[in-house]
């Protein structure tokens, strides 16, 4: 757990943050319009839910369905316009978890070949490229990817 992300752990993790309503300070109902709330869904990669025009953004969130490992909310805030909100999250990337999978397979292939009295060399050499093949992509490949999720704007005039 790194203590710069927000993680998230639960089957389905929301959040909406950053109210800044004025608090009612008398029994009276607020003056002017109702808040709109605006969603937008999506990879969670900078997505922005957008206020209509002639609204402002007094608050936001995201919601990420689900759980992937290690998810981290990196921004979750007002747009710099301050007519939307922008959200980015991530996890592990499974396609990277899935090459690992791949790669303990090969390490596995060639812990036997090499174990094994009667393999040729060429089934050894076989092994060991097919090893370091795996561990080049697992390499290459990105180590986070985003979540898809919910990311939402509640909207005043």
Not at 105 to 129: I, W
Request: aromatic share 4%; hydrophobic share 40%; with cysteine.
């Amino acid at each position: 757990m790194r203590a710069t992300a927000l993680n998230l752990s639960a089957a389905t993790a929301a959040g909406l943050l950053v109210w800044s309503l004025p608090v009612a300070t008398s029994a009276a109902a607020p003056k002017g319009p109702a808040p709109r709330t605006v969603k937008v869904q999506g990879k969670l990669d900078g997505l922005t839910a957008r206020c209509p025009a002639g609204y402002h953004a007094s608050g936001g969130g995201f919601e990420v369905p689900g759980y992937e490992m290690e998810q981290a909310v990196t921004a979750s805030r007002p747009t710099a316009d301050g007519t939307g909100w922008v959200v980015s999250a991530s996890s592990v990337n499974p396609a990277l978890l899935h090459q690992l999978e791949v790669v303990q397979d090969r390490q596995d292939a060639l812990d036997k070949v090499m174990g094994d009295k009667t393999a040729t060399d060429a089934q050894r050499q076989a092994a060991q490229k097919a090893l370091d093949e795996a561990q080049k992509t697992a390499w290459d490949m990105p180590q986070r990817a985003a979540l898809t999720g919910t990311a939402y704007a509640v909207c005043t005039k």
